[in-house]
């Protein structure tokens, strides 16, 4: 499922990434299944905030973005977003239009069947966000408490569940300025949107720890690129040990969203 706010790779190695020795230069493009030597080819769309965007000077930004120059960078190779509709995002990867994409897709098991994943990169899940004086510090605690959801969306059932009285949106940006109005208790919505409109608003709100649910993004590449994808693995494990990751990630949403248990790719 895509979530309403809101899916890289191929190089020439640094020396030793990888077991078998493949080296660095755009000579080992081939050896990495690489569309065209020397660069990596990206798809994104451009305009899924906080995943892709345009900075005011017209620019590529976005949680994927950054993350997606950074694996480039470790891997010497030069960065090259393809910009593409989600619709046509499995198409183009199947025509080789690219190396993979790094728009935010959900890793499934139907997926999986599909295309390849490198590790998961990033994980969200819906989680409940409230007013920094709220006396709602755990998912348990919106029992009794009116919670607004997106109408028709899974958020609704994880609240009921928990015994709050929902109140339906047809936008959610609709649900959290009721929030900051104190008109409602809570909101239960996907993390990652939530932490972005916190952080670029300015608002008053808080996410409170422990998810409802959970979901982790993918890169998915065309089957049959096993080089590719560990080459992408490696580097971006690299750049989460090292506080790479989050450095890049913080500033966007408040906090770094890196699996702390990443779904494998299966090869």
């Not at 050896?31 to 899924?48: D, M, N, Q, V």
């Not at 990033?122 to 109408?151: F, M, N, Q, W, Y």
Request: overall charge neutral.
């Amino acid at each position: 499922m895509r979530l309403n706010f809101l899916p890289v790779l191929a190089a020439a190695l640094v020396g030793g990434l990888l077991a078998g020795g493949l080296t660095t230069n755009p000579a080992g493009a081939q050896e990495l299944e690489l569309i065209k030597p020397g660069t990596l080819l990206i798809a994104t769309e451009g305009t899924y905030p906080p995943f892709s965007m345009r900075t005011p000077d017209g620019q590529l930004d976005g949680l994927e973005i950054r993350v997606g120059k950074e694996i480039a960078r470790r891997l010497n190779l030069t960065y090259e977003p393809v910009i593409i509709k989600w619709e046509a995002l499995l198409v183009g990867l199947a025509a080789d239009q690219y190396d993979f994409a790094s728009d935010a897709m959900d890793i499934t098991a139907e997926r999986q069947k599909q295309v390849m994943f490198a590790d998961g990169w990033l994980e969200s899940g819906g989680r409940v966000i409230t007013r920094k004086d709220s006396p709602i510090k755990a998912p348990a605690d919106i029992k009794g408490k009116t919670v607004g959801v997106l109408v028709s969306s899974s958020w609704q059932k994880l609240a009921e569940e928990r015994g709050a009285t929902t109140k339906a949106y047809k936008a959610e940006s609709d649900a959290i300025q009721d929030l900051v109005n104190g008109q409602i208790d809570a909101v239960i919505t996907d993390s990652i949107a939530a932490a972005y409109a916190i952080e670029a608003s300015k608002l008053p709100l808080v996410l409170v720890p422990d998810y409802l649910s959970h979901i982790q993004k993918g890169f998915p590449f065309k089957k049959g690129k096993p080089n590719l994808v560990k080459a992408v693995n490696k580097a971006l494990a690299d750049m989460i040990a090292d506080g790479t990751y989050a450095k890049l990630t913080t500033p966007l949403i408040g906090y770094s969203p890196a699996p702390k248990d990443p779904i494998k790719t299966q090869f």
